[in-house]
């Protein structure tokens, strides 16, 4: 069993990936929000039949080593507040104020946990403590708090305090209510860190937990042994029992970078920048050599948590952002309208124009070809709702009306990223709309130079190819002093071979990679470093936190390196009428990126359709097929 799926979960569709020890099978489907699994496993049957000629789910399953989920669910959840009601319960003075220091964490603050805090005075005797956390208790579940979040100042304080809760909220009443002790979930010692770290877990967690275990279940009913693995924001996947919800926030775009960074050690790229334009969002990350920018204490909507994140940031704009008029003018996002009921032309009543419809009508878009051919667009549709939103509030015709939405589209993505340009910069473009957008948004940018990758339509997914089984762990030492340090060292390996006997792997078979982080006693980081079992540790007036990583290697896909290529002038298959101004219609030439061979080189403006994708190869610039299939364009004005 050496194949391999990785599926990445988006807003409006769904993509899945297929690595079976030689070679990528992708598809890609709609996603159904009523019902996530629906679209999985339509997504999985289609793989089946693009593998074998006719659908076999079970044949794939149970021919598959590994399947690696990405999903946009928690992040969703989040960005709509769609979760549980949040309680603290602390023994720290002032978490209040410190949870609240920017307008960023007030907004999350008023949204997820609002007046439900409150304190507990553990100065007191044993018998009012006793009483105190009970009343606080009742209060938050009073005041609607669905989950409680316990801070103290450290873990021996929570430890005292998870006695007293089990002793008077026992887990087989019903009266009990889930509970996270801070210090469990992170050692970081900067206290509204790891309390924010705790309250968006815990708000995240039933939304992951309800869908990835019925996904789960749903699997074995196919009787699948091997278990389904969470892809998770900092590159590492592990089993559903074994996930954080938190590390599952913007997996998605961590699956691009991780795919990008593959793709610069690949053709020797020196700064590269992922664009990954979806349905809802354009996600944007920097990969440096073939290293992914992370920060070492993410941010989730701005606010800091104890976590390494990629340092990914996403804007409202997408394939299915709505373009609308405001006050005159022509504006793009951040509303989309998603896979239900989509853009226009989708024909499933979507009411809002979209740049899908704009492409449509301008020409870039075959309507008979969407998605392989698999799903037909009306342009009927995007011609009346574009007309009665656009053409007819500003006063002008349609033709006028595609060409200004078309520029407006361009603009809007290339503020996502043109901050982040340098002189060497490669930009990455896909996504579902990626292709189509990427030389229109590197212009205004100065970028010069854009490689669009075959799959690029499934990019995010085929990036989780290059994920390996992991855990990481971040433990506090006690004391800054080499001893101290030596017993956590023992403390976290004994951890980790239990958690990776539960993945399935012994602690011998794994790597194993070691750093001390030694920080202020405020959190401010000073210095980050290689560690070893013994290495004298002798930083007095500080905190020393030890952080291991964990990883059991799966089978990674082999990507083609890029060589010198006999160059030759590409043959088209057509040509088809794209409308380039607004009294112009031109005749430019189609390419099947499919029938291209390495070496083929055309000039734009051009058109070139790829499995699942449309890119748009704009005037003043030329591209060529490189050894791998992939698409290097470069910009010659």
């Not at 389904?228 to 559903?240: A, E, Q």
């Amino acid at each position: 069993m050496d194949t391999l799926i990785n599926i990445d979960n988006g807003g409006t569709l769904t993509d899945i990936c297929v690595w079976n020890g030689t070679g990528f099978t992708f598809v890609k489907t709609l996603t159904t929000p009523h019902d996530l699994s629906e679209c999985l496993f339509t997504g999985i049957e289609k793989a089946s039949e693009a593998l074998y000629g006719s659908a076999n789910t079970e044949r794939l399953l149970h021919a598959t080593q590994h399947i690696r989920y990405s999903t946009t669910q928690g992040t969703n959840a989040l960005v709509e507040r769609r979760g549980p009601m949040i309680g603290i319960l602390t023994t720290l003075p002032g978490l209040t104020q410190q949870m609240q220091a920017t307008d960023a964490e007030r907004e999350l603050f008023a949204g997820l946990v609002a007046d439900r805090l409150l304190t507990v005075d553990m100065t007191a005797d044993d018998e009012t403590i006793d009483f105190e956390v009970v009343q606080q208790v009742n209060r938050l579940t009073t005041l609607g708090a669905a989950r409680v979040v316990v801070a103290g100042r450290d873990s021996e304080q929570e430890r005292r305090l998870r006695a007293v809760l089990l002793r008077k909220f026992p887990r087989h009443l019903l009266g009990s209510i889930p509970l996270i002790y801070s210090w469990d979930l992170a050692g970081d010692r900067n206290d509204a860190r790891r309390v924010w770290s705790c309250v968006i877990n815990s708000f995240l967690h039933p939304t992951m937990e309800r869908f990835l275990y019925g996904a789960e279940r749903r699997l074995k009913s196919y009787r699948v042994v091997n278990p389904l693995l969470v892809y998770r924001n900092d590159g590492g996947s592990s089993r559903v029992a074994k996930s954080v919800a938190l590390k599952t926030y913007s997996s998605g775009p961590r699956g691009g970078l991780e795919g990008t960074a593959a793709l610069a050690r690949q053709y020797g790229l020196e700064h590269t920048l992922m664009v990954d334009i979806g349905g809802t969002t354009t996600d944007v990350g920097v990969v440096v050599g073939d290293q992914v920018a992370a920060d070492e204490r993410g941010r989730i909507r701005d606010v800091a948590i104890s976590y390494p994140m990629s340092n990914v940031h996403s804007k409202g704009v997408g394939g299915s952002s709505v373009i609308a008029v405001a006050d005159g003018r022509i504006t793009v996002g951040p509303q989309s309208v998603g896979a239900a009921p989509g853009p226009a032309c989708f024909g499933f009543g979507g009411k809002q124009a979209t740049i899908t419809d704009v492409n449509l009508l301008l020409g870039v878009l075959d309507p008979d070809t969407y998605l392989n051919g698999t799903f037909r667009l009306d342009p009927e549709r995007s011609r009346a709702v574009i007309t009665e939103t656009i053409a007819a509030p500003l006063g002008i015709d349609l033709d006028e009306a595609l060409v200004r939405m078309e520029q407006a589209y361009f603009e809007a993505v290339s503020s996502s990223f043109a901050h982040l340009a340098a002189e060497n910069t490669t930009l990455a473009g896909f996504g579902g709309a990626g292709p189509m957008s990427a030389t229109g948004a590197a212009r205004p940018a100065g970028i010069k130079r854009v490689l669009i990758p075959r799959t690029a339509a499934v990019f995010s997914a085929m990036g989780i190819s290059f994920s390996d089984v992991s855990k990481t762990y971040e433990v506090g030492v006690p004391e800054p002093t080499t001893a101290s340090a030596a017993s956590t060292c023992d403390q976290l390996l004994a951890r980790a071979e239990r958690d990776m006997f539960q993945e399935g792997y012994a602690l011998s078979e794994c790597e194993t990679t070691w750093q001390v982080c030694v920080e202020t006693p405020d959190g401010v980081s000073l210095s980050r470093g290689s560690y070893h079992h013994g290495d004298p540790v002798d930083y007095p007036g500080t905190n020393v936190t030890l952080q291991l990583t964990v990883t059991a290697p799966l089978p990674h896909p082999e990507l083609t390196p890029d060589q010198e290529v006999a160059a030759r002038p590409a043959t088209a298959i057509g040509t088809r009428a794209v409308r380039s101004a607004a009294d112009r219609v031109d005749e430019i030439p189609v390419y099947d990126l499919n029938e291209l061979t390495p070496g083929d080189t055309g000039t734009g403006p051009a058109i070139i359709e790829g499995p699942f994708f449309t890119a748009r190869v704009l005037s003043g610039w030329n591209f060529r097929v490189t050894a791998a299939g992939d698409l290097l364009l470069d910009d010659t004005l």
